[in-house]
């Protein structure tokens, strides 16, 4: 057999395996919510591959994915020792680091592929070759938070409108560091479901569903406004696992820019809270923590169902109203479509319980041809 007939093989058995874990693996991943929270994960991994045919395009993407996941892991845990070594890995090197793959979007035409997707990697695997470097990287993370931000100017408080504030704690991107910060969507089922006068005004009942949404362990709001010099005057007070959280200051940037100046003012916030977590003040709560995760994992299961849809704005609604509903704790993509994807919900309780929060959330899940389908009615 010729060299080109043996490199055609290998590279169907790679993008059978490939597949596999795209397709498998991901089913197995603890999904709490719309974000993804793992320290081992990268979420929204952009990828644009042109190409002879879609096929090849999209399977270039993945491997690309896959590589650029590995390196911005490297670049948020380790050293530059690592991130100089990792660099030079190829997909061959990298493959047995991963755990499983999951598309967040997608968009596929004649030659090209383009998509954002969310790549895990093995934990035990990551440690060891870190570790080979010097870097340790913690075993466990901190509790999750959601960060409402209010924006004041000129006499005025926005949470969902053009928002500097908001936009530096998304810049931030902590959503898998050892206190991982979650930003809200912002998307209809947000803003139309909690307003800036509803958090305002403490409104626990909306708080509290914001809360079940994003499936973290506190909600917090922070706010903030211009100061003299271009800096930014930031608040935020509160009780949370962390303890009691107080913070009030003056922020100025070295360039004088307000923007550089609320994203360190996001930072130096979040910097506290991972101190706060290292200083083992909050162990007890940690271990309390731990240990009713664990018997809530004990009680997961997942079901793979198909989710029709007329386009990207309904499967966009769809996929806030399933992870709001009471009982669904996450949903995982195996693939997206034009007109439907192919989910994996994770749940607690059972298949009855969750046909009746889902009819509640105004979605219907039958059985058809030996598979599940939800529907929106």
Known sequence: MDKMGIRLIFSARYLLLLWAVLVFASGGAMAAGPVETSVFAVQGVEVDVTDTDATTAKYKALIAAQIKAFNVLATRLGNASLIENVAKFDE??????????????????????????????????????????????????????????????NGTQVLWQDNPWRQAWINL??????????????????????????????DAVKIEKIRRRYDVASVLVAFAEPAEGGGVHATMAGKSPLGKLIFDKVYTAESGTLQDSVELAAKRFHDVMVDKFKSGGIKVASEQSASKAKDENSKRKSLSVSVPFAGPSQWNGLRSRLLSTPGILG??????????????????????????????????LTRVDGGFVVEQF
């Open 92 to 153: 061959k090197r990298v493959l047995p680091f991963l755990k499983s793959l999951s598309i967040e979007e997608e968009s596929i035409s004649p030659g090209r592929y383009k998509g954002k997707l969310t790549v895990r990697f093995l934990p035990v695997k990551i440690r060891t070759l870190y570790g080979s470097f010097g870097v340790k990287v913690e075993g466990e993370q901190g509790p999750s938070f959601l960060v409402l931000a209010i924006w004041k100017d």
């Open 331 to 364: 949903l995982d993509v195996s693939s997206l479509a034009a007109d439907g994807a192919i989910v994996s919900l994770t749940y607690t309780g059972n298949l009855d319980e969750v046909e009746t929060s889902l009819q509640a959330s105004g979605l219907r």
């Open 173 to 202: 991107r902590a959503e898998q560091s050892l206190i991982p910060i979650i930003v809200p969507l912002g998307d209809l089922e947000d803003s139309g479901g909690i307003s800036v006068t509803d958090v305002l005004s403490e």
